[in-house]
């Protein structure tokens, strides 16, 4: 592809620059390429617009260039690197995650055998407030977007400074959704009011259903909590409803749809909410974390994600990066539970956000095919290929919502 001011040649006309299409001109390259447009770019351009092409041409004709494409660590991936795409994962001209994951605890009050919440080595702790206000004023410092506060390993509703975060996010302009995963055990702590004032702050809310009775939740749980799941899972519908809160179930027995139908309609009962309004979906199949010896057999019909063969690069790290309790950042949003992988690139307590997604090691782990595979995705049974995004476009408007979180 040509630069750019080679391409807006052949448009440009006679026409005396306008003042507002000149404005126009140089915002969109100081906020695409980070400089001044050079003086006959910026009379080509602006005579383009004037002779009525739309912004959107103008925006492609740049964001295509060779100039653009040289920066960005997504340019090479053409499968994801659209013009209707590339607004969602880059602010100012650089490169930026279509979504933040916030781990504010790395404390759980289970113990999942599919899960390495027990194996996780550094230190279990809540996230000072602090720490949280520098990560999420990074985010809007490259643009905001989505946040799930759905911790790595932990549950959310031991954070007992939730509420005070999920105010400080809802008072941002730019931050666009929140949601979160929770086992719902905790909600208990939290009178009707309370959790009615917490859930208000939320897009949506995903509870993790580890067991239709009690014996399955024990074997998953390693934990005898079934009815203060059930009890917090029920009180979370009666008080925000069914619209807001998904089921996510994670069995280790294959259930009839009768065995389901019949335990949500209990569910839906106790909750005073319709049954068809309850939106749930499940699975018998889970992944390795890169840490499993998925040899081992899994309780009744729970088996491992086969053992892939990743070659491709993939895109879970697109839809989000992860920010541990300890400020740690992972360019994984979904595996890395340990945060002492290659795929750390940095503490937030040490450096910004923004300088973060700027380090050659973002386009190094953006370039399998240059640079290699990191060990820790190899064998990562979560990995899913970037061009699968093709057929997913709703992705990158909401990417949480297209995958969970």
Not at 156 to 168: H, N, S, T, Y
Not at 339 to 357: C, P, Q, V, Y
Request: a negative charge; hydrophobic letters at 35%.
């Amino acid at each position: 592809m040509l630069r750019f001011l080679e391409r807006l040649k052949p448009h440009a006309s006679n026409a005396q620059p306008g003042q507002s299409n000149a404005e126009v001109v140089r915002h969109m390259y100081r906020t695409l390429l980070a400089r001044e447009p050079e003086p006959e770019a910026l009379a080509n351009a602006t005579a383009w617009l004037d002779s009525g092409a739309s912004l959107d041409a103008l925006h492609e004709t740049i964001v295509t260039s060779d100039e653009y494409t040289g920066q960005h660590p997504l340019a090479h991936l053409d499968s994801v690197y659209r013009p209707r795409n590339i607004s969602y994962f880059t602010y100012r001209g650089h490169y930026r995650p279509l979504g933040l994951s916030i781990e504010t605890v790395n404390i759980c009050n289970n113990d999942c055998i599919i899960c390495p919440y027990s194996s996780q080595t550094r230190r279990r702790q809540t996230m000072p407030m602090s720490l949280f206000e520098k990560i999420v004023s990074d985010y809007e410092a490259v643009g905001g977007g989505p946040i799930t506060l759905t911790p790595m390993v932990g549950e959310v509703f031991l954070d007992k400074l939730l509420p005070e975060r999920l105010k400080r996010l809802r008072n941002s302009p730019t931050i666009s959704r929140v949601s979160t995963i929770t086992n719902a055990t905790m909600v208990s702590r939290y009178s009707d009011e309370e959790l009615a004032d917490i859930v208000s702050y939320f897009d949506r809310l995903t509870v993790s259903i580890y067991g239709l009775d009690a014996e399955e939740f024990h074997i998953m749980t390693r934990k005898d909590r079934y009815q203060a799941f059930r009890e917090g899972l029920v009180k979370l519908l009666r008080v925000a409803g069914p619209k807001k809160v998904g089921l996510g179930a994670r069995h280790l027995k294959k259930r009839s749809d009768a065995e389901i139908d019949a335990w949500l309609q209990s569910i839906a009962d106790d909750a005073g909410v319709e049954r068809s309004d309850i939106r749930f979906g499940g699975t018998v199949q889970y992944a390795n974390w890169s840490f499993f010896d998925t040899s081992t057999q899994l309780p009744f019909d729970a088996e491992w994600t086969p053992q892939p063969d990743n070659r491709e690069q993939c895109a879970l790290p697109l839809i989000s990066m992860q920010v541990l309790s300890n400020g740690s950042v992972s360019f994984c949003g979904c595996a890395d539970f340990d945060g002492k992988t290659e795929l750390t690139i940095g503490n937030i307590n040490d450096r910004s956000l923004g300088d973060m997604l700027k380090d050659e090691r973002i386009r190094r782990l953006w370039n399998w095919q240059k640079c290699g595979i990191p060990e820790f995705c190899k064998s990562c049974s979560f990995h899913m290929p970037i061009s699968a995004l093709k057929d997913l476009p709703g992705t990158f408007a909401d990417p949480y919502g297209t995958f969970g979180g």
